[in-house]
């Protein structure tokens, strides 16, 4: 997987996370404060401009800059988190011009780590890692396999009592809900194999 | 002497809890608010928090207290490459007060993370 | 449901406190600020808790969480007279959003207390 | 002591602290925010005029109005500590004509136990009790004798170190300064034997 393909990746992510931007922002209206749609879409938008002004020379190049962007432009929660996974991926994958498979899959489990620190939540507390943890398992056979395991994870979250982020101030009342932030880490590991 | 910096999701708490802080500590030491996104909405800004640090840090070392939630996340990836920069795990608008009051002692760093901490343990009806 | 007040020197903070706690908490159980002199001036005011614990009185109790010095004694004066009215030794924003929360749940006046008397232990950065 | 007593000893109080409001609001200005002679002047002005509006008809009447009224107009820590120390006092006089000097030494003990209660004071933590304590001590013998000890009381507060009250927060810069409101307190105490 070299430049083009991360790119094509951050480009149809972007694009999923403004079609899906008021159903995403929907979920958090039941659980959160109703603006997930609208951090992710300001975030891969000021991403998409990012990468325009600077076309990156290598993965490492799109997923740094990729993480960076979030961090600063998305103003909620899911920004550092979203954050600290690009930037993990970009730092594990290195200096190459073409990431294997295997590569991948290790950059993801240590992104999976250290979003899990930054937010102190195991999982089952109802969040994004929800969806990422099995799709670390899942990338070790395949993409395909991945983006299945997410999807399982996120819709697994409606049945989970919230323990980190806003929702986990409802206590029982998060029961029921799909978790926004499961949502759209599914809608991410999903777009992998479209790109 | 040590800079505070206090990052909200509302810029307007951050705001209000630094004139408590300074109300009762003065204006000695240093303390700015970092509340809010870059769009003045609820919600963070690592570049407020970026510009407050900047603004009170002198050389000896930066405390940031949080209120909850994104505030949390965001100090948390700001002070990965900052260690100078120390984040005091202490209630907002109490852990301010302590601190500031401390810092303008000319206390050091880790007197200054302490004296707001300790703001936990401090009962208000006793 | 418990009511709640938020009681501090500035009336700022406190309703941007009570501001916060809505925000995370939503609107269903009744929160109001108390803060600053009668004539809006730095201080507390006893009327001005009086009215604001009237107006989130639904008869199940409220709770009092005052940020520091003047509120906390004039709470306690408040108290005196008033069993159905309990002062929380809590940390100011994080016992009201503890307290809003718990209170929305429909829990007793005893554990929306306890709600916000916990705020003092949990750690944020863990 | 009859009503008349009592209320020449509120109007005593009030004069004096409107005479002294810019030096007690200095005294604040060092260890403090500037506000206590502005605070108590609003509310003995208060208590001159909630006394005019119902003229009080026992000792314990003028005390309770007096007590009531600043608790409710001062605005500062002060007032519900002076507010709490005239409400004991008229509750501990009891609904009387006449007070002995020795039901008067009584109601101050009590009002002194009350006041350290409410705002959790011990003798030493630079606050009014320094001089209410030793006052208290004094009216054993004569209320000259209460009136030199608290304000010996107020002027040891000088080389204390505060505990209580906004002026705790200076910790050792808190030293060398009298404190505003164990100042007033003297004043008060010195009020009863003029009147
Ligand atoms: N501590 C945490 N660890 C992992 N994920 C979290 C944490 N806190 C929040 N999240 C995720 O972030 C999502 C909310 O993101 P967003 O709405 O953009 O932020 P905010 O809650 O600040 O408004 C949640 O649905 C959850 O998946
Ligand atoms: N907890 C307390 N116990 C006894 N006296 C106190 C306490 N807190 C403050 N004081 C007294 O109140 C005085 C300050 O009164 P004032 O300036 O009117 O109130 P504030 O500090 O709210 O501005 C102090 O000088 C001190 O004597
Ligand atoms: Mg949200
Ligand atoms: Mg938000
Ligand atoms: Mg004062
Ligand atoms: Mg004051």
Known sequence: MDTAFFLRWITIVTERVRADRDHLTDLDRAIGDADHGANLDRGFTAVEEALAAKPPETPADVLTTTGTTLIRRVGGASGPLYGTLFRTLGRSVGDVAEVSHEALAEAFAQALAAVMKLGSAQEGDKTMIDALAPAVQGMRTSLDAAAQAAGDGARATTAMRARKGRASYLGERSIGHQDPGATSMALVVDALRAA | ?126
Not at chain 2, 13 to 30: C, F, K, S
Not at chain 2, 40 to 50: P, V
Not at chain 2, 64 to 93: K, Y
């Open chain 2, 1 to 126: 002497m040590v800079g505070i910096v206090l990052i909200s999701h509302s810029a307007a708490l951050a705001e209000e809890a630094v004139a408590l802080a300074v109300g009762i500590a003065g204006e000695d030491a240093p303390i700015r608010p970092a509340g809010g996104t870059d769009d003045g909405d609820l919600g963070t800004s690592l570049t407020k928090l970026e510009e407050a640090v900047a603004e009170v840090d002198q050389g000896d070392g930066v405390v940031v207290i949080m209120d909850l939630g994104s505030a949390v996340l965001t100090a948390r990836t700001f002070v990965e490459d900052r260690a100078d920069v120390v984040l005091a795990d202490a209630p907002f608008v109490e852990g301010a007060v302590n601190a500031l009051v401390t810092a303008q002692t000319g206390a050091a760093l880790d007197e200054v993370v302490a004296a707001a901490e300790e703001a936990r343990t401090i009962g208000k009806l006793c």
